[in-house]
């Protein structure tokens, strides 16, 4: 079994920067895909940034250039550096694994990001 804690985000102004922070706990494999997912109000949750086996990451394209996400497997951890945010970046983000070897996904509580003045 897998668990995932979220923690940072918060309200930030815009065009600043924040750091999402994400501890697992349980068997997760270094070919296992984490990631960020986030969802705003009356919207579907979306892939945010991934990264997978050997360090293979992937951005969703209004993220690309600003947010950075990174990994240490021998922690369990994942994080994600958000940079010149923007009010569309509001929303609740999820850290997501998925494991290969059962094909199962699982997910933090979320964290509250809210870009505002």
């Known amino acids: 079994q897998v668990q995932l804690v979220e923690s940072g985000g918060g309200l930030v102004q815009p065009g600043g920067s924040t750091r999402l922070f994400c501890e697992g706990s349980?068997?997760?494999?270094?070919?296992?895909?984490m990631g960020w997912y986030r969802q705003a109000p009356g919207k579907q949750r979306e892939m945010v940034a991934t990264?997978?086996?050997?360090?293979?990451?992937e951005y969703s394209d209004s993220v690309e250039g600003r947010f950075t996400i990174s990994r240490d497997n021998l922690k369990r951890t994942i994080s994600l550096q958000m940079n010149s945010l923007k009010p569309e970046d509001t929303a609740v983000y999820y850290c997501n694994v998925h494991q290969w070897l059962h094909n199962s996904d699982y997910w933090g509580q979320g964290t509250q990001v809210t870009v505002s003045s």
């Open positions: 990264i997978g086996n050997g360090g293979r990451v």
């Open positions: 349980g068997i997760i494999f270094s070919v296992d895909t």
